[in-house]
């Protein structure tokens, strides 16, 4: 959503829209998690009064969509793929396979047996 | 020999004062798992590599030198060179009588 967008490109990877609107997500969802964990706490703490914990479900259910970590999708940093990442290394397969194959990820080598 | 339930009771009273834990003996659902739970919103939030080394970074970073950017010097030389050639952006309007758009020209 526009009102939670960085002014500027902030980060210095693959920027595709659908990356930077992620970016913006996660952003979100970490600024709001303690307020969505208390709230979480007041609903699941049964000691609480109903009506208390009746108002922190209303309040959070009322929360901005991307306050919440379902939001989040892990994306390519290179392609900016959404689908069959690699969340170690945080890239789409065939960018994985061309970085692998090039010696750029530490550790990784071609299986031959 | 079995031992009496106030004794039991006893024991993990003292057990949650020495490791910090709630007393909850009924099992009655507090919420206290939620409250154990790390918060992962810095590791969510910095999944993608931030933008480092812009002009405006290193500006703010090194006050002492001059950064050129060339983009920008580009794009005022050709904004001189429209000024002289009389080709400006029109001047802001500031007046209701100035900004009437289809007036007539004599």
């Given at each position: 959503?526009?009102?939670?967008?960085?002014?500027?490109?902030?980060?210095?990877?693959?920027?595709?829209?659908?990356?930077?609107?992620?970016?913006?997500?996660?952003?979100?969802?970490?600024?709001?998690?303690?307020?969505?964990?208390?709230?979480?706490?007041?609903?699941?703490?049964?000691?609480?009064?109903?009506?208390?914990?009746?108002?922190?479900?209303?309040?959070?259910?009322?929360?901005?969509?991307?306050?919440?970590?379902?939001?989040?999708?892990?994306?390519?940093?290179?392609?900016?793929?959404?689908?069959?990442?690699?969340?170690?290394?945080?890239l789409g397969r065939f960018q994985f396979r061309m970085n692998a194959l090039a010696?750029?990820?530490?550790?990784?080598?071609?299986?031959?047996? | 020999?079995?031992?009496?339930?106030?004794?039991?009771?006893?024991?993990?009273?003292?057990?949650?004062?020495?490791?910090?834990?709630?007393?909850?003996?009924?099992?009655?659902?507090?919420?206290?798992?939620?409250?154990?739970?790390?918060?992962?919103?810095?590791?969510?939030?910095?999944?993608?590599?931030?933008?480092?080394?812009?002009?405006?970074?290193?500006?703010?970073?090194?006050?002492?030198?001059?950064?050129?950017?060339?983009?920008?010097?580009?794009?005022?030389?050709?904004?001189?060179?429209?000024?002289?050639?009389?080709?400006?952006?029109?001047k802001k309007k500031r007046t209701a009588a100035e900004s009437k758009k289809f007036?007539?020209?004599?």
């Open positions: 959503m526009a009102q939670f967008k960085a002014k500027m490109l902030d980060i210095g990877c693959f920027a595709h829209t659908r990356n930077i609107r992620d970016h913006t997500k996660r952003k979100v969802f970490a600024a709001n998690e303690p307020e969505r964990q208390a709230l979480r706490y007041i609903i699941r703490n049964t000691t609480l009064p109903q009506r208390v914990r009746a108002q922190a479900q209303l309040q959070l259910s009322q929360m901005h969509c991307y306050t919440r970590f379902t939001q989040v999708k892990n994306r390519c940093i290179m392609g900016g793929k959404g689908r069959g990442v690699f969340s170690d290394f945080r010696g750029e990820l530490p550790g990784v080598r071609k299986a031959s047996w | 020999m079995a031992v009496a339930r106030e004794r039991v009771l006893e024991l993990m009273k003292t057990q949650c004062r020495v490791f910090n834990t709630t007393f909850n003996p009924n099992g009655v659902r507090m919420g206290s798992r939620i409250l154990h739970e790390r918060l992962k919103g810095d590791a969510v939030a910095s999944y993608y590599p931030p933008r480092i080394g812009t002009i405006k970074q290193l500006r703010s970073l090194y006050p002492e030198h001059t950064v050129i950017d060339e983009k920008e010097e580009d794009w005022v030389e050709h904004l001189t060179i429209a000024k002289s050639r009389g080709k400006e952006n029109p007036s007539k020209k004599r």
